[in-house]
Every structure is written in C-alpha cells, then in structure tokens.
C-alpha cells in the first residue's frame, strides 16, 4: 500500500501539523467505539479504500475501536432490476419485504462484504472480524 510511504515523504513540518490537528480527537475518542460509515466513491476507488482503511488502521492503533458500516444501495437496485423486483422507498428510507430482504443479505453478505478487500489491505497492526446482522421491526 503506497499510502503509507505518502505521510513519510510529506514535510517534517506538515507531518506534525497534521498529528497536531489531530491529537484532540484522538484523546476525545481513545477508548470509544467510533462508527465508520463506508459507502460511495470510496467503495469504487481503489485509492481513496487504501486510504480508508489505512485511516481505519490507524484509529486502532491509537486506541479507537473503529466499526466500519458499509453501504450497498445502488448494488441492492441493480440486482433487484435484474431481478424483477421493484424497489419501494417511503420518505427516502428503503421499505424492505422478504423478496428484497433476500436480494439484500444476498448483496451485503455475499457481494459488497467480499468486495470491499479489506483483508489484502490491512497491514500490521490491524485486524478484521466482519458479521451480518439482521434486525426485525
């Protein structure tokens, strides 16, 4: 991951104004659980994943504990095209039948987990557990 060579070759001076800037988060957040939403063009861009999940890494390491929570939508539609399911949205929020439910699990579990690649990326120092979950309302 070249992404990690980049912070090395910066400016002495600019790699301690960016830990300064961040040391106030890092002593806020230490210790708590931190949601990392993952979704749209950094899903896509291979680039800007590495990026993440070095950033991701690096909560980690200085005592975050980083729950990644990725996204899926525009997949999810694709394949309920593909499929011959209609999508239904009310008030922006997905309405999701047993049809779609298993479209959905079928898209997260099996497809965009897979994809994102986390594993061939992370270096030491990080690690990766991942789980579906499923909630009834």
Request: net charge positive.
């Amino acid at each position: 991951m070249t992404n990690e060579s980049e912070f090395f070759k910066q400016e002495p001076a600019t790699r301690v104004r960016v830990l300064s800037e961040a040391l106030p988060y890092i002593q806020q957040f230490a210790g708590r659980t931190v949601v990392v939403k993952y979704g749209g063009a950094a899903m896509k861009d291979s680039s800007l994943k590495d990026k993440v999940i070095r950033d991701i890494v690096f909560m980690s390491c200085v005592g975050m504990r980083p729950v990644v929570v990725h996204g899926g939508g525009p997949e999810i539609n694709s394949w309920l095209d593909k499929l011959g399911i209609e999508p239904q949205f009310k008030d922006g929020l997905r309405v999701t039948d047993a049809a779609t439910m298993d479209v959905v699990e079928m898209v997260l579990v099996g497809r965009v987990n897979q994809g994102i690649g986390f594993p061939d990326r992370i270096k030491p120092g990080g690690k990766r557990s991942g789980c579906a979950v499923r909630m009834a309302i």
